[in-house]
Every structure is written in structure tokens, then in C-alpha cells.
């Protein structure tokens, strides 16, 4: 049983995330003045979701707490309340902290809590209290049951008219409940049609019967294990006191109830689970501390799925039939053969990009947490915000999605807190005084581009220099407004006047650029000073594959990524100049490079000792790596060196050429990290 | 011989046997359980920064597996590649994960069987000879000697940074 659950385990806290994303998208639309019945529904059942599957795995904190903010949306939805900004806020808090013990159960693999709970629970409960008092309490307080007490149920028993045909007695049915405990029989006639039509096989009966026991809801489901396809049932918990109010006629009205009433047993049977199945799961969270280790899994579209096998049907006709034309007693036949092979090729470059879309997701999914942080952030700041989300069903590698998803939240925030002005601050601009922030993703040949733009006030250069300078960062020499703009990504820079808990300790936008090359990838900053300033973001589509240059250093071919290339050219001697300690620097498009030989710098062995150069974008600085010879471009799939051996500074990892050899892929972001640097020296 | 209990000598009987190679005209044995297969000699890829016994990287379908000058691993003289030069390749277990590598031998010579009688632990012989641990023991077949291997240290000197990582 235990082992069962833990295996569930993972797959519900998975599921608990995507709850928790649904319930926060849904309460920001709520906040935005949209709460539709749809809305307040999908919420709704978000919030039920989390709230069942918690008691079931002994979440117990996770479960009560949704369970008050279940109360709160409840009356939401039934239309006693409307949606106030308050109780959004409220249930906004919940859902923070809903998260936080979400977090801190998969790091603990057990049930956390989490210190705000209690007060935030007594604060629902005052919201539900004050506007509607009658209807709620009951609902509140019949989830804290005394274990092992007495409870009573309300069984809705409707046998379909051709019960007695399938040799099914009620009665005896009837019987089993009465041995669990105290019962309380109603039956209903209201089905019978009266003398001209009745038929003596058929059943117009029904019953209502109010039982009082210790048993679990299981067993009482247990017993109409045999004739839950004949009838309709519907299982729930009753509280005492509504015992006498209790109508006798309630399936009266509806003449057939198969729809409805299968709605409600499966409501019912939602409803009556966190309280039936919170005993027998409590145990597990112990037996959990020293279980599995952790795995990261993937949902993926069943037509993927299908698509890729339909795929590998095909691979395997192609393969039989080349077996085939390679068998043959003739000669083989040539022209047949290469057909064959271009078939294989198609299918094998289908298969290839098919299994890579398994790795995909939409972008949506980092964008998704965007509005909130807006959202809250643009309250803090008192600046009037419209976040605008473009291309969010762009798709990128699942592990370079979540890897982005800290650097966006960071340059957001940072696009709130410095680029956009005040309400005020705009209109003796001459802007609206609603600013903009506008995210955009697209694919553009083989990267995904994303941009962050904000018609803010832009990046001041003179400030930024003067304060690059002031921080060491820079000395005196000339920049174009461009290369000081990308000295915002620069450590320890910051011109933030004064540090806030939002922006401002310089850290964030280095750590945003180094998250980003580590993927592989590239950032630029393009800024107009008093009109807004936009930030670009290109990244791999994939990180198992790449676009490579293959280039050849000393007689081995070795890759390039694409991404990182700006140019490859030859240089002239006269555009060459050694330097004492900087090393070989040449000019290129008006600046001075660092000329780095590959072949010196890792001992690879004689060059021809041309001057080809690859100019290569490393951590926003630029320099040129002197090769031998440009032998073409191709994608390439990265296998890790530390499968069997281990990793080389510098290197990114091996790929397997076409012939079958290794070629090394080298890693142009790393060749200014210290430890390179001193390994070379 | 097989009559009275198969399970066990059939697990002993793995258990004892050693696959054995020349080395600079001694011959050397590891254990048959970690030989994965045995490839001929082939173009390789050399690996920068890299110590000097580990030649390169190989593709072996299609996994880049590391291949191990044994000479210049237990410190013998190198010496020409000839036809008979082969690449044993050995798999273990490190760090919950199954590790291939190549090492280089000069000639493969056979699959011999060992009984613990044969077998002398090199720390009975002389514990200065050998202070990696590279040589486990000395075993015997037919007044031959064979130089017993043992891989751990050795395949742990490649997956882990020494040292002599310097070039």
C-alpha cells in the first residue's frame, strides 16, 4: 500500500503544480473582472483537486487550507457572493501558500506546513462568516470529523427499471447496509407509471436510507460493488442535525435520473474521499522519508506519441526492405537501393525531429507566471502596468523552459522597477500613463527568440557609464551606446539609487546572462534613452542537439556552435599586433579582439598557421579564435564527455561525425573563465 | 565434474576465469566479468588537457568511451602500434552508473581459469612494488605467470580529476 502511494506520489504532486498554475491563472482573470460561471468552475476545481488529492496522501495542512479556500469560491459559484478584490487577494495568499508546501514537501518527501496557514484560514473563514453565515458553517465544520466516531451517511439508492432482470434483490442489499449499523429506510415511488404501464419485471422503486456507523464509506460502497452498473448511488456524509429536515422526495422530481444523479455520485464520492481516505493514508508520510530518489518526468500529447510510433513502423519497413534488395541472389539492384536509402534518410530525419517535439513545451508555461508577478509588483511600485504576452505557444526544450523561467521573472521585474516610470513621471513625458511591458517568443531558423520590451525610460547611457566606471568595470576608454548598454550585464553593476527588495543589488542581471549562455544561448540589450528599452534573448531550440561549425585545428575537425559565431574571416598580418600581456589582439570592424590560438591554448599540435579566424561572442565579450580551415556546417547531437570519462574545461562535450569518428565540440563561453585561463598559463 | 551441483561451479566457475593479455612481453589477466568485448585497433580522437595515459575517445555505437594507454598507466615503456594491438573494452559500475572504457593492450592471448590455489594476493609478495594497487595478484597456470590487474583504481583515476591532469 505504501509503495502504491509513493508511486502516486510524485505524479500528484506533479499534478498539484499544474493545479496550482490553473487556480492562479484563473484567480487572475477573477482579479481582471472576468469571473464567468467558467472561470469560478475551473477554479473551483483546481482548488477540489488539490484539496482531495492532499488528504489522500496525507497532506493534511495542504488539504485544510484549500479546503477553507474551496468554502470561499464555493459561495463564489453558487452566486451568494460576488467576486471582491479582497477575497481574490485572499485566496491569491492561500495560493502562495498552497505553493510553499508544495515546495517544501518534495524537498522533505513528506507533509510540511507552513507558519501562515492558521491565520490566513481564520481570515477566509472571517471573509466567509461575514457575508454569508448561514449556508457556509455547515460546510466548514464538517471536516473535522472525531476519528473513529459514529458518522451517519445519506445512501441514494436507485436501481434502474430492469434491476430484477439481471437477478439483482434489493432487499437484500438493503440488509447488508442494516448490519453496518442503525438505518432509517425511505422509499420512493415516484417512478411508477401507474396501472396502464406498469410492467411487473421492471423496478419503479427507490430508496433513501440514512445509515449511522463506524465504518468507512468504502465498505458502504463495497456493498453495491455488484450493481453499480444497475443502478444509481450516491454515497455522502450528513451531519446530524439535518437529519429531520431531511426531504423524503428527493429524487421526486426527475422521472429518469441517469445523468444527473451519476454527476452527483461522482461529486459526492469527491466530496466524502478527503474525509474517508485521510485515515488509512496518514501513515505514509513517514515510510516516504527515505524513498525514492528524485525523477523529473514529462506529459506529452498521446498523438506525439503516436505520431513517433507510426514513425518506427515505417523505419522498420524501410530496414526490411534494404535487407531485402541486399539479399537478393542477383546483383543488387542499384538504383532500387538508393531509393531505399532516401527512405531511410526521410524517415530517420522524421523520426529525429519527432522525438525531439516530445522534449517541447510551450513557452506558456514560464509566461503563465508572468501577469501575477506583474500584478503584484506594479501594486507595490504604484505604477500602472499592462503586460502584454505574445507567441506563447512557441515551443522550446523542456529543460532550457525551465531554466528561463528565473532570468524572465528577473528581467521583468527589472523592466517594472527601473525601466517603466509613474503614472506621473509618464505624463510629463507625453506617454499614456499606462506603461507597457510586452514579452514576445518566436522561432526564428533553429533558436527561439524572446523579446522583453517596455516603453519605459530607457537605459541613460552617461549614467550607466559613469557608474560602470565608478564600479571599476570599465576604464576610459570610448564605448558606443551600444557596448554600454550591455554593461548593464555586467557583475556588480547596478545604478539603482537604493536597494530594494525588488531590484538593485547588481547581481540578478549577471547571474540573467550567465543563465542564459550556460544554455547556450545569447542576450543584447537595444535601448533608446527616454523611449523604452528592449532585451533579446536567443536560445537553442534543443540542448541535445546543435548547430555546429565543424572547423579543422591541427588535423582534427572540431564544432563550433552556430549560436555563439559572429563572424569567421582572414585576417591580414598588417590587422595583427602582439601586445605584452594581453597576447595577440587584431582589428575587427573597428575594435580590437583578443586573438586566442586554439591549437596553443590546449595543445592540440601544429597548425598551418593562417590567420582564419571565428570570431565568437564569450560572456558579452567578443574574441577571435584562430583555426586552420572552415569545413562546413551541420547539426550535430552533444553526448556528455562524463558518461565515461569526465568533463574538459572548455568543451561542451563529443559528437559522432558522419564517418563515425569523434569530434570534439568546443565550449567558447568558458574560454574566459579563470580556471581556463590559469590552466593556460 | 558438472554432475553434482551445477549452479554453483557455474558461477565459480566465471568467477575464476581471467582474460589475459601481453603487456611489454608479460602477461597480464582481469577479470572476465568486467570485459564488455574486445575491439581491433582504430583511429581515435585525441582529448586536450587530458592525462597522458588516456590516448582519446573513441565511438563506440555511439558512445564516446575513453581509451586507456595501459603502458603508461602502470608505467611501462611505450611502444609501436602493430596488427596485433587491441582494445579491451572493460564496463564497472561508479557512482550508480555503468562506466565503458578501452584499454590498450599489445595482443589479446586467451581466457584462462584460476583457482584460488593458483592465485598468490600481491600484498603477500612485496607491498612497495606497486603503490596505486593497480596489481592485485599473481596467479599461475601451467608454470606461466600471469600479473593479476585490479581495474577499480585505475578506471577511478580516469573518471576522477588527479593531479596529473596538467599537461
Known amino acids: 500500500m505504501d509503495d502504491d502511494l509513493e508511486e502516486f506520489r510524485e505524479i500528484f504532486l506533479e499534478e498539484c503544480l499544474e493545479n496550482v498554475e490553473l487556480l492562479e491563472r484563473g484567480l487572475m482573470r477573477m482579479d481582471s473582472g472576468e469571473s464567468d460561471p467558467d472561470t469560478l468552475n475551473e477554479v473551483f476545481r483546481a482548488a477540489h483537486s488539490i484539496k482531495g488529492g492532499g488528504a489522500t496522501f496525507g497532506y493534511q495542512p495542504m488539504a485544510e487550507l484549500t479546503h477553507f479556500m474551496e468554502t470561499l469560491l464555493d459561495e463564489m459559484r453558487a452566486g451568494r457572493r460576488d467576486v471582491v478584490p479582497d477575497d481574490v487577494d485572499l485566496l491569491l495568499e492561500g495560493l502562495d501558500i498552497v505553493q510553499a508546501i508544495l515546495t517544501e514537501s518534495r524537498e522533505l518527501k513528506a507533509s510540511a506546513d507552513h507558519d501562515g496557514r492558521l491565520d490566513l484560514q481564520v481570515r477566509l473563514q472571517t471573509s466567509v462568516d461575514g457575508q454569508a453565515p448561514a449556508q457556509s458553517s455547515d460546510d466548514v465544520c464538517q471536516d473535522v470529523p472525531a476519528e473513529k466516531a459514529e458518522r451517519s451517511w445519506l445512501v441514494e439508492f436507485a436501481p434502474h427499471e430492469n434491476f430484477f432482470l439481471r437477478g439483482n434483490n434489493p432487499l437484500l442489499l438493503i440488509r447488508e447496509i442494516q448490519r453496518l449499523g442503525s438505518c432509517k429506510v425511505t422509499q420512493n415511488f415516484s417512478k411508477y407509471p401507474g396501472w396502464d404501464e406498469f410492467n411487473a419485471d421492471n423496478c419503479y422503486m427507490s430508496w433513501l436510507i440514512e445509515v449511522t456507523t463506524e465504518s468507512p464509506e468504502e465498505e458502504l460502497r463495497e456493498i453495491f460493488d455488484w450493481v453499480d452498473t444497475d443502478c444509481d448511488l450516491s454515497i455522502s456524509p450528513i451531519v446530524a442535525k439535518e437529519n429531520a429536515e431531511m426531504p423524503s422526495a428527493v429524487l421526486a422530481p426527475e422521472p429518469v435520473v441517469v445523468p444527473v444523479s451519476a454527476e452527483k455520485t461522482s461529486e459526492a464520492e469527491k466530496s466524502a474521499s478527503p474525509n474517508a481516505a485521510a485515515e488509512p493514508a496518514s501513515a505514509t508520510p513517514k515510510a516516504g522519508a527515505g524513498g525514492t530518489a528524485e525523477s523529473s518526468s514529462i506529459r506529452i500529447a498521446t498523438d506525439k506519441i503516436d505520431h513517433l510510433i507510426n514513425l518506427v513502423g515505417e523505419l522498420v519497413i524501410t530496414q526490411s526492405m534494404l535487407s531485402r534488395v541486399c539479399q537478393s541472389q542477383n546483383p543488387i539492384d542499384v538504383t532500387e537501393l538508393r531509393e531505399r536509402l532516401a527512405d531511410l534518410e526521410y524517415h530517420t530525419r522524421d523520426l529525429q525531429d519527432s522525438v525531439m517535439q516530445v522534449r517541447m513545451l510551450p513557452i506558456s508555461s514560464a509566461f503563465s507566471r508572468l501577469p501575477r508577478l506583474v500584478r503584484d509588483l506594479s501594486k507595490k511600485l504604484c505604477k500602472d502596468v499592462e503586460l502584454v504576452l505574445e507567441g506563447e505557444s512557441t515551443e522550446l526544450d523542456k529543460t532550457v523552459l525551465e531554466r528561463m523561467i528565473d532570468p524572465l521573472v528577473h528581467l521583468v521585474r527589472n523592466g517594472l522597477d527601473h525601466g517603466l516610470e509613474t503614472a506621473d513621471e509618464r505624463m510629463a513625458n507625453g506617454k499614456p500613463p499606462t506603461g507597457t511591458l510586452k514579452l514576445n517568443a518566436r522561432q526564428e531558423s533553429g533558436s527561439v527568440v524572446i523579446e522583453i520590451t517596455d516603453d519605459g525610460r530607457g537605459i541613460n547611457p552617461e549614467a550607466v557609464f559613469n557608474k560602470a566606471r565608478e564600479n571599476g568595470i570599465v576604464g576610459n576608454e570610448e564605448l558606443t551606446n551600444d557596448q554600454i548598454n550591455q554593461l548593464i550585464f555586467a557583475p556588480g553593476f547596478s545604478t539603482a539609487e537604493t536597494i530594494s527588495d525588488v531590484s538593485g543589488r547588481g547581481v540578478g542581471m549577471d547571474v540573467v546572462r550567465r543563465n542564459i549562455l550556460d544554455l547556450g544561448g545569447r542576450v543584447h540589450v537595444y535601448s533608446t534613452y527616454g523611449e523604452g528599452t528592449r532585451i533579446e534573448i536567443n536560445l537553442p531550440l534543443s540542448l541535445a542537439i546543435l548547430d555546429g561549425q565543424l572547423v579543422k585545428i591541427a588535423g582534427e575537425i572540431y564544432v563550433i556552435p552556430v549560436l555563439s559565431i559572429i563572424e569567421t574571416l582572414e585576417v591580414s598580418k598588417t590587422d595583427c599586433a602582439s601586445v605584452p600581456g594581453t597576447g595577440e589582439i587584431f582589428k575587427f570592424r573597428g575594435e580590437y579582439l583578443n586573438m586566442l590560438r586554439v591549437s596553443e591554448f590546449f595543445g592540440l599540435g601544429n597548425t598551418t598557421g593562417g590567420e582564419l579566424i571565428v570570431v565568437v561572442d564569450t560572456h558579452g565579450k567578443r574574441m577571435g579564435l584562430v583555426i586552420d580551415e572552415v569545413v562546413g556546417q551541420q547539426q550535430v547531437v552533444i553526448k556528455p564527455l562524463d558518461k565515461n570519462y569526465q568533463n574538459i574545461v572548455g568543451f561542451a562535450g563529443a559528437t559522432i561525425m558522419s564517418d563515425g569518428s569523434v569530434a570534439l565540440i568546443l565550449d567558447p563561453a568558458k574560454f574566459n573563465e579563470p580556471a581556463l585561463q590559469a590552466e593556460a598559463a | ?167
Open chain 2, 1 to 167: 565434474m558438472l554432475a553434482e551441483s551445477a549452479n554453483p561451479t557455474a558461477i565459480d566457475e566465471t568467477a575464476n576465469q581471467y582474460l589475459t593479455f601481453l603487456l611489454n612481453g608479460e602477461e597480464y589477466g582481469i577479470e572476465i566479468l568486467k570485459v564488455q568485448e574486445i575491439k581491433s585497433w582504430g583511429p581515435y580522437t585525441p582529448l586536450p588537457r587530458s592525462p597522458d595515459f588516456v590516448l582519446g575517445v573513441i565511438n563506440l555505437r555511439g558512445a564516446i568511451v575513453p581509451i586507456l594507454d595501459l603502458r603508461a598507466r602502470l608505467g611501462l615503456p611505450s611502444t609501436e602500434v602493430s596488427s596485433t594491438t587491441a582494445i579491451i573494452i572493460i564496463s564497472a559500475e561508479y557512482e550508480q552508473q555503468v562506466r565503458t572504457m578501452g584499454l590498450v593492450v599489445d595482443s589479446v592471448s586467451e581466457v584462462n581459469q584460476l583457482l584460488p590455489q593458483d592465485i598468490q594476493q600481491a600484498s603477500e609478495v612485496n607491498s612497495n612494488v606497486d603503490p596505486d594497487g593497480y596489481i592485485s595478484a599473481f596467479g599461475r597456470v601451467d608454470e606461466k605467470l600471469i600479473i593479476l590487474l585490479n581495474l577499480d583504481p585505475i578506471i577511478v583515476s580516469t573518471l576522477e580529476p588527479t593531479p596529473e591532469t596538467d599537461v
